[in-house]
């Protein structure tokens, strides 16, 4: 069924992209619809993080959410066959000065989990030199599909987590910027607590810890759907100032703080399906069980 699927989101890639973009939109619905634990997922995402919405507001915005989650599916067939010309015409980029302020330094691109992040990742990709991380598959074949479509230009190093960060501090020393998704809730294992949304969430410190090691300067990146069906906006921010300080603590609440910022911009874009609250402080149960 998996090599199905495959097969039908290249196929789809040749249609013009309105029509595409369309076709994502509907397919998205679908999947609100089947997909109902992932649904029940976003819907307390959503209750956790925006409590002053009523439930008409909230079912909209997961509505919006799984329309835009089904779009960014159909698009990889053009973010895992598609040409460098059609990717750079897809996804325009916004900011890239601030990139260019610090070159010749370490560079870590924090990208949080909007689902443009992979079209924007490898839209750098294409031009420059980056090395990132992602989750290995269970399927070996699946595994090799989205091995191969991110990294068929050359320029993009990927490793799994399983691998550790052993090979991304070596990149960054090299001078290849780190494309790094922080935003995920992978356990109590190397995390603090702190908010997000007002919710006590388990932060991974890899962003402080990295920075702190290999003296690279940190440029938040955020890849979302322009107007319309226009395709992809990647804007880049400036670097962040005094980052890593001597409180990792700290460090993870910022990091944090600027996420929520740039959600409430586009909150139909963030990756609400993730169990981001799934670990709880000691004694407190999980949010999903109820």
Same mark, same amino acid.
């Not at 915005?61 to 835009?68: E, G, K, Q, S, W």
């Not at 960054?172 to 992978?186: A, I």
């Given at each position: ?32 619809h ?5 649904q ?16 008409? !507001? ?14 960014s599916? @159909? ?18 980029? !916004?900011?890239? !000065? ?5 070159a ?15 079209m924007?990742?490898?839209?750098i990709?294409? !031009?420059h030199? @980056? ?37 991304v501090?070596?990149? @960054? ?45 940190v ?13 992809y ?26 996420i ?31």
């Amino acid at each position: 069924m998996g090599r199905v699927v495959v097969a039908l989101v290249y196929l789809l890639r040749f249609l013009p992209y309105r029509v595409l973009s369309a076709l994502g939109c509907r397919f998205g619905l679908l999947l609100y619809h089947v997909a109902r634990e992932r649904q029940r997922v976003a819907r307390t995402n959503v209750r956790l993080c925006f409590p002053g919405l009523t439930r008409d !507001e909230a079912d909209a915005m997961v509505r919006a959410h799984f329309r835009a989650l089904g779009r960014s599916f @159909l698009d990889r067939g053009i973010l895992w066959w598609g040409s460098k010309a059609s990717l750079a015409e897809l996804v325009r980029i !916004e900011g890239e !000065e601030h990139w260019r302020s610090v070159a010749g330094r370490p560079v870590i691109m924090l990208a949080p989990h909007f689902l443009g992040l992979d079209m924007g990742g490898l839209r750098i990709a294409t !031009e420059h030199a @980056l090395v990132s991380m992602y989750s290995r598959q269970r399927d070996p074949w699946l595994d090799g599909v989205i091995r191969r479509g991110r990294t068929r230009f050359g320029l993009l190093k990927l490793y799994a987590r399983q691998d550790g960060l052993r090979p991304v501090l070596r990149a @960054l020393r090299d001078g290849v910027p780190f494309y790094y998704l922080p935003d995920m809730d992978l356990g109590a294992r190397d995390a603090v607590f702190v908010p997000f949304f007002g919710v006590q969430s388990a932060t991974v410190t890899a962003l402080s810890r990295i920075a702190a090691i290999t003296g690279a300067i940190v440029i938040p990146c955020v890849t979302r759907y322009g107007p319309g069906c226009s395709g992809y906006v990647m804007r880049f921010y400036p670097a962040w100032r005094d980052f890593p300080s001597d409180d990792i603590v700290n460090d993870a609440r910022r990091m944090n703080a600027f996420i929520e910022e740039r959600v409430r911009e586009t909150p139909e874009q963030y990756y609400w399906v993730h169990k981001r609250f799934k670990t709880r402080p000691k004694g407190e149960p999980s949010p999903y069980d109820e």
